[in-house]
């Protein structure tokens, strides 16, 4: 009894390894994938806690009605169960009746890198003004 070629069913060995291959390139690119959106969640995250720092900043100011004198000041805050580090910078204003309120965050360990999470500028109208 002879067997036919042409009746055989099936893979060879050689298509299934490329098959292979190809699912293991696939399910690599997807976990680089995940990994950087994961990564990016973190960040955004941070960078949000840092912008609700700067905007708290402001809201205090506007809640005392503080007149605030030209120059630096710098400061920490706890938000989200993460610290960061304030700095703000008051400056004048042509209007003698306004100042400008620029506040930048960075957690601790980048506030020498120069790294800011989030910036945030305003203008205090001094009050009773």
Do not use: Y
């Amino acid at each position: 009894m002879k067997l036919s070629r042409s009746g055989a069913h099936g893979f060879t060995l050689l298509e299934i390894m490329v098959a292979l291959a190809i699912l293991a390139l696939s399910l690599m690119a997807a976990l680089r994938a995940s990994a950087a959106a994961t990564q990016n969640t973190g960040e955004i995250r941070l960078r949000q806690l840092a912008e609700w720092v700067a905007l708290n900043r402001l809201e205090e100011h506007r809640a005392r009605r503080d007149w605030l004198p030209v120059g630096m000041t710098s400061g920490e805050a706890l938000q989200g169960g993460q610290r960061f580090r304030w700095e703000e910078k008051i400056g004048g204003t042509p209007n003698a009746q306004f100042r400008r309120v620029e506040i930048s965050v960075r957690t601790p360990e980048s506030s020498d890198s120069g790294h800011t999470l989030a910036r945030v500028t305003r203008f205090l109208i001094k009050p009773g003004g």
